[in-house]
Structures are given as C-alpha cells and as structure tokens.
C-alpha cells in the first residue's frame, strides 16, 4: 500500500516504518500538517508507550535538519498492557500510528521534515532501532484519503481529556503499599484498565480491578512495587475498550472502599492435607539441615539430662520439650496474624533482621557457653532449691520446656525442601490456614522428642555417666559458643561492627560479673539486670543506617527493574536472594554456587549472576519475594529468553538443578534471529 506523500519505508525483520502525511501540499494559508509514524510490528513484537511501564523506552523522534518547522507533537493512542517477568509494560502489538501535529514557520510554503526516529522493539529479546524518514510536502493543495483515514484511526484512539469524556476519574491515594483509584462513569464499564504515570520512581503491578452493581462506579487497586519519597502530580489514563481518558485526579487522605470482596478460592480438604504433608516434612527436615549446628549441643543436652531417670520422667520431659517447640511456633502463628492484620508483611525468619532479637539470642548462649565451660555455675537460693528438691522430679520440666522453645527458635533461620511451599501457601491463606501449617511445622521439628517420649527405653542405651560426659559437656559448650559467635556476626551485617563489638564488651562485663562475689545480697543479681539491660539498648542507639553492602566479585547487586533489560539482550539472569542469617543459603553458596562446574557457568560472558542481600530489612526483596508468592529464603530463580516468567529452584541447591534451570532458560540462537537491515 502507498501513499502520495509518504517517506522511504526503514523496513527489516522486526519492524516496517514510514512517516506518512494528510496534505499531500502546503496549501496557501495552511500553517499546519497532520503527520503520522506508521509503525507495523513484526508476530510477537511490541513497541512501547509514552510511558512504558517498568521498563522499556518509548519511541522518540528528533527534527534536527527539518526547514520550515517549528515544533511537531506527537499524540500517544491508548496503549495496551504486557506482562513478562512478572513485570508490567504498556504499548502497542501489531500496528500503529503516532499522530504528529506539525505546526510551521512559513504558512503556504514547502516543508522538508527530517525525522530521526529511535524506537525500541522487544519480544524474547528488544532491538533498538534508530533511522531516518525524510518526507518533503511541496506548496500546493491535495488530501491522501488512505493516510488520513489510517491516521484518524489512531488519533480517535487517543484518550480525551476529563471535560470531553464521559469517564470521571475521581479520587487516587497512596496508602498500604498501593495505589487505589475510584472513578465513575454514566456507561456501564466494560474491560477497564489504567495505566498510571507518576515518574519513574514510582511502579505498580497489574491492578485489581471491580466495579459495581450497574457496573458505572470503578475501584482499582495497583500494588506499588517501588516508590520514591513525595509522590509527583499523578496522570492516570483510564480505557476500557474504544474509549479512554486521562486526567490528574486529586490525592485523597482516605482509603476507599471496595464495592465487593473477591471470594477466595478455598482449598479442599485434599489440599490441605497435602501442605499439612508439606509442612511436617519441612519441620522433620529442619533437623538436619545446616542449622542443625545451633540446636545440635540444646538436643544432645536434653537427651543426656534424662540418663538416669525413671521411665515416666524421661517421657515426661520430652513431652515438655516437643511442647516448647509447639508452643514457640503457635506464639509465632499468633504474630504473624497480628501483624497481618495491620498490614505489615512478615516472613519466615525475619526476626534475625532485628538487631534486638539478635543481640538477646547471643548473650543467652554466650552465657550458655560460659556456664558449660566452668566459668561460673547458676545457683539458686537455699530455700528455692529444698521446694525444688521436693517436688519429685518436676523440677526439670520447666528447663525440658525452655529446651524444646529455644532449639525451635534457633531453627528458623533455616529453609528445607517442602517448607517454602507450605510457609507460602499459610501467610497467603485464612488464619485457619496459619495456625496449621505451623501446628505441622512444630510436630514435624518436634519429632524427634516424640520419638524419645514414645521410646524413653532409647535413652538407656547411652553408656553409663563417667569422664565421657566431661567431655561432651565441652564439645557441647563449644558448639554453643560457636553458634555465639555466628550469631555475632550476623549481628555486624544487620546492625554494623560498632553495635556487635559493644554487645561483645557488655556480654563479657556480664560473664565476668557472674563470675565474682560482690558485697551486699542484691549487688550482684541488680549489676546483672543492669548490663543486660543496656546491652538491649545499644542496638537501637548504635545501629548505623543501612548501606549497600558488597556482593562478590562475580555477582552484581539486585536490581529488579534490570532483570528484563538484561534478558532482552539475550542474557540469562541467575537471582539468588541470600542473608548472613540464613544458613541454607550459606550452604548453598559454599557446596554449590561458588563449585564448578556452577560458578564457572556463572561467569559466563551471556550470563548475570544477581545477588539480593536481606540481611537487613528491604521492602523491594519482600515485594520482590511475595510477588513469587515467598516469605522466607533462600530463594534462586534463573530468567532468560526461554523462561522469561523465571525458573524457579528448590530450596536446597544442587549443581545439576542450576545447570538444567541455565541451559533451559538460555537463548538457542541468539544472532540469527536480531539480525536487522540498515
């Protein structure tokens, strides 16, 4: 198809594009011309709106050289919305045309426009493109009825303002992480979408959409995946099928609310069971995965404190110890609904992001350590110890209890195969749902205990007390003290080295003040309470802001927003989101990440290693996280050409499951197909 007053066509295997015109003549009085930048997409391409989403660069053209020209601005038609990597874009598929209304210097003379046009074209991979279209209207008169019909097309599909529209966009605010939108219209709506512009700090997910009854009042809300610090005007364009809109709606103080709930699709009896399945088995696993290392000395204690005990004491006991991790998990069910109710996200052992939590545990098991290694011994009062004395045994049970709460505790900077699917599917669910997956989570990590109680006969095979229990009492000791000084290093990520070396200095005048007598009946326990005291208060006083933290020589750091840049270039992007906290993720990196043949591939010249530091609280690696629909790590998902959606992989990682997820998602022949003309 040609036209009377069109440029040469830049044509290639991506893209076919022409600068046509309305006027095929500058008539005598006309100081104006209706233009159009006919662009048509090859199967499976797309080129980007003004505002392109996410990511993406929306198409440019520059006028440099152009004679009798003084300005040309291009209309944008409605775009439509594209979803890849989970990431939301707006553009157009197929066809279209940009309507440029060019206004000239001289009125009845020839013009000649000299477009430099810089557009970029994605499908698995983008293509920039940048060429030129030289078009010259002469003086004279004539209408081209084909390029005026195609560009009348299009700029009936660019959206009216609010006064020419029978869509009244009424309020926007920013709250709980979203944007919401309500609007009206006196036509029913149809298939409604928005397309919200609020620079380019600011991004948002697919938008829940409802309207109401009569379907002539709209409620959307956007789930805001990265913001910046005081929101700009927003424009917001809102289409919903032939017609469209955008205006600058007013920022409201409240909330709207919903013209209906979405009725959740409840599981059945049989899925439920099966992440019940799931939830157990993550637990059972929990005892031998790498964080076996901090609970390993608290269980072995357990088992030696019951050696000589009757039968019922001994079953007794463990029964308290399987309570205790029970109970620690039911406690923890009963915050996470709390905090859900007030919005706030939570996730699987993210109380190690708490410079406080963190510096509790380490001086419990520093003392721990140091009460196990003989450098001072716990004793009661004398009239504690004879009510104890005479309470038949009992009085160990309140210790079994404590034994069983702190080794779950101690378990949950860990993740195991099974348990992220379950973690996820509860803290997305009912409150139901919380309650018991982590009620199968506890009996799982429990079992062992329950074993012992089923079996307390078990016990007796231990050899008889002698200078071997001196022994392992320090190997124990040890094992305590090795878990402290993890847990201090952690606390040096989270909190910085300031915080971590001053807790050490008021852990130590802590031991050493347990270990002397001081004058007076209350001096001692009082200097106690003290130190602990003010070792709780350094975190919050010394913790330093959060920086950016260096991530190895062979990765870069998180970037979500370049995940899809990177795989439009043919890259394949291995994420790994990791913390210090986070043992799996250790053992991951050390028997796997940082192995050949995997760290070899991952050096690669077509491929990224990406790491995602939470050590430290970031709400874009929760956002990140949650939009996969996970709370816990480690999490490793690999993209590329052939798996844009990601492939995601097992909590614990093995060097063929990397391979395997690198060479599926990488692109089989990454030159034949970009190879463009010009």
Not at 251 to 274: C, H, K, Y
Not at 283 to 309: E, F
């Amino acid at each position: 198809m040609g036209f009377a007053a069109s440029s040469d066509t830049y044509e290639n295997s991506t893209i076919t594009a022409r600068l046509i015109s309305v006027e095929n003549g500058v008539a005598e009085t006309s100081r104006t011309l209706s233009l159009g930048l006919d662009v048509e997409l090859a199967e499976g391409w797309k080129a980007y709106w003004r505002s392109p989403g996410e990511v993406g660069l929306p198409p440019e053209i520059s006028w440099d050289g152009s004679e009798n020209l003084v300005s040309a601005q291009m209309l944008w038609p409605a775009p439509e919305r594209f979803t890849a990597f989970g990431i939301e874009n707006f553009g157009y598929k197929t066809r279209v045309v940009l309507p440029i209304q060019a206004v000239l210097e001289t009125a009845g003379q020839s013009a000649t426009l000299q477009a430099r046009v810089s557009l970029l074209a994605c499908s698995t991979v983008c293509v920039p493109h940048d060429f030129d279209l030289a078009l010259t209207i002469p003086a004279g008169t004539g209408i081209d009825a084909k390029a005026a019909g195609l560009i009348s097309e299009y700029a009936q599909r660019v959206p009216l303002g609010p006064e020419e529209s029978d869509i009244i966009v009424e309020t926007a605010v920013i709250a709980d992480d979203a944007l919401y939108v309500t609007a009206r219209s006196a036509n029913a709506f149809v298939k409604p979408d928005i397309f919200p512009e609020l620079g380019p700090e600011f991004t948002f997910g697919k938008p829940d959409i409802r309207t109401d009854d009569a379907g002539t009042a709209l409620w959307a809300k956007l789930p805001l995946l990265a913001q910046g610090e005081d929101p700009p005007p927003l424009q917001l364009t809102l289409t919903d099928g032939s017609r469209a809109v955008t205006a600058q709606p007013a920022w409201s103080d409240r909330i709207p609310g919903a013209p209906f709930e979405v009725m959740a699709n409840l599981p059945d009896l049989t899925q439920i069971l099966a992440i019940a399945a799931f939830a157990f088995l993550g637990g059972l696993i929990l005892n031998v995965m790498p964080c076996v290392l901090p609970v390993l000395s608290i269980k072995l204690t357990s088992v030696l404190n019951h050696g000589n005990k009757p039968a019922h004491e001994v079953r007794n006991g463990f029964l308290m110890s399987a309570l205790g991790v029970l109970v620690f998990m039911w406690a923890l069910a009963a915050i996470i609904l709390v905090l859900q109710s007030v919005g706030v996200t939570v996730g699987w052992g993210l109380q190690f992001q708490s410079p406080v939590f963190l510096t509790v545990m380490f001086l419990v098991l520093a003392v721990f350590s140091a009460n196990l290694f003989g450098v001072f011994e716990v004793s009661l009062p004398s009239g504690l110890q004879s009510r104890l004395a005479r309470s038949s045994g009992r009085d160990g049970y309140g210790g079994d209890f404590a034994t069983g709460a702190f080794a779950a505790v101690l378990a949950t900077p860990c993740s195991a195969p099974f348990l992220g699917t379950a973690v996820a599917f509860a803290l997305s669910g009912r409150p139901i749902d919380v309650i018991l997956v982590f009620t199968a989570l506890g009996l799982g990590l429990s079992l062992p205990y329950l074993v012992l109680a089923g079996k307390p006969g078990l016990v007796r095979l231990l050899p008889r007390p002698g200078r071997w229990m001196v022994v392992v009492k320090w190997v124990l000791a040890g094992l305590l003290a090795g878990t402290a000084i993890w847990l201090l290093w952690v606390l040096i990520g989270v909190a910085g080295g300031r915080v971590a070396m001053t807790v050490l200095l008021m852990t130590s005048l802590f031991i050493l003040l347990a270990t002397i007598r001081l004058p007076g009946r209350l001096t001692r326990p009082t200097a106690l309470v003290v130190v602990a005291v003010l070792s709780l208060l350094v975190p919050t006083a010394l913790t330093i802001p959060p920086q950016t933290r260096a991530v190895g020589q062979d990765w870069v750091a998180f970037d979500r927003s370049e995940i899809p840049k990177l795989v439009s270039q043919g890259k394949t992007v291995f994420v790994d989101v990791t913390a210090d906290w986070c043992l799996t993720c250790k053992a991951n990196k050390t028997l796997v990440l940082d192995r050949a043949p995997v760290v070899d591939q991952l050096r690669g010249d077509n491929v990224v290693a990406m790491r995602a530091d939470w050590t430290r609280p970031s709400t874009d690696i929760s956002r990140y996280l949650e939009s996969h629909n996970r709370f816990g790590i480690p999490f490793n998902i690999v993209y590329g050409p052939n798996a844009p959606d990601g492939i995601i992989l097992s909590e614990v990682l093995t060097s063929e499951a990397v391979l395997d997820a690198l060479s599926r998602a990488a692109l089989g022949d990454p030159v034949t197909a970009l190879k463009t003309d010009g």
